[in-house]
């Protein structure tokens, strides 16, 4: 009976430091440094640096990880999922404060982005200058006159997604940037498309693994003909405020012309 006892003890106490460790890894602030070159990545742009978060849900971003990426970035892309239902509109504007600092903030929807008054976070982002790229695109110019296109699509899950215009949006730009909530959208590209990378999220790298299984892949980068496919693990956590084995993720990449398409060795910062 002791024994018994005693072996339930044990196992109750690795229960309950499996959840604390998984709610630690929770509530991480990692920020990966990574250079992406790209074959056709227009002269005259230097690099091109990008700070990429998606799926905040809950979190309140923190101040540390804000001064790991000051002064460190052009611009900000928030990949949807920037809250969820019950979150107040009051902590997404604290987080988009915070995301400005480090440049200006440019925004796709994501599926839980339409939970509860979408409106009034349609209204926000309007209210603090966030472009919203809803099935649109702007373009970037360089000194000698060549241009990048930034495309968005709406959420996926939501069928709100019209890539078509977005396409029909961005002009004549050969190098564009194309930023999806769900990377789903990998299958509705084609070469024709001209995509030289996509930065997606929605997954959460599955959130809980168990011996590297899970219910999505964890977050990678892989290339696909020319085209380079970023799915982020994200920052946040949705149904419980947990993770195992898919830390949280914010990204800076460092867009560069390269002779062929490839991904340098990331560095990762936890603060």
Known sequence: MLLVSGLLLVIILLIVATIIYMWRTAKQDRLIFQDLYFKDFPEGFGDMRIFFISDLHRRIISDKLIEGARDKA?????GGDIRERGVPIERVEKNILKLKELGPLYFVW??????????????????HGVKMLDNTAVSFESQNG????LLGIDDITEERDRLDLALSDCGNETFRILVSHNPLIMKQLIPEHQIGLVLSGHTHGGQIRLFGLGPYKIGSIKKEGECLFMTSNGYGTSTVPLRLEAKPETHLFNLKRGTSTEVGVPVVKTY
């Open 146 to 149: 060549r241009k990048i296109a």
């Open 74 to 78: 052009d611009l900000v892309i928030i």
């Open 110 to 127: 994501g599926n839980n982005d339409y939970e509860g008054d979408f409106h009034e976070l349609d209204a926000t982002l309007l209210k």
